[in-house]
Nanobody, 120 residues
Framework: VQLQASGGGSVQTGGSLRLSCAASGHILHGHSMAWFRQVPGKDREFVAVISPDGDITTYAPSVKGRFTISLDSNNYTLYLQMDSVKPEDAALYYC??????????????WGQGTQVTVSS
């Protein structure tokens, strides 16, 4: 399984950005997909997870109401719509494929990360 994240860049505070993550290879259907983020010196932080059929989602309290996770199950592409972005959202964002979980240690497959920077 390969996960390719894209869409990162620079965004102003209060602005919007959409991240994408394309999954390819021998995809194990029935697996959930998630977004995590990490800043230097800190552990990888859970952002959001979506069930395989896209019906169930869970968000970290810090992004709930501002970010939206979605999944195109036809081509297994994961999205993260980031709205009302705050300076503390700046991080390297990773997509992951695995169980429906907010714990990074439970995920085996990871994308390479896409950088989000936030300017005031």
């Amino acid at each position: 399984v390969q996960l390719q994240a894209s869409g990162g860049g620079s965004v102003q505070t209060g602005g919007s950005l959409r991240l994408s993550c394309a999954a390819s290879g021998h995809i194990l259907h029935g697996h959930s997909m998630a977004w995590f983020r990490q800043v230097p010196g800190k552990d990888r932080e859970f952002v959001a997870v979506i069930s395989p059929d896209g019906d169930i989602t869970t968000y970290a309290p810090s992004v709930k109401g501002r970010f939206t996770i979605s999944l195109d199950s036809n081509n297994y592409t994961l999205y993260l719509q980031m709205d009302s972005v705050k300076p503390e959202d700046a991080a390297l964002y990773y997509c992951a494929l695995g169980p429906y979980s907010s714990a990074a240690r439970t995920y085996v497959y990871w994308g390479q990360g896409t950088q989000v920077t936030v300017s005031s």
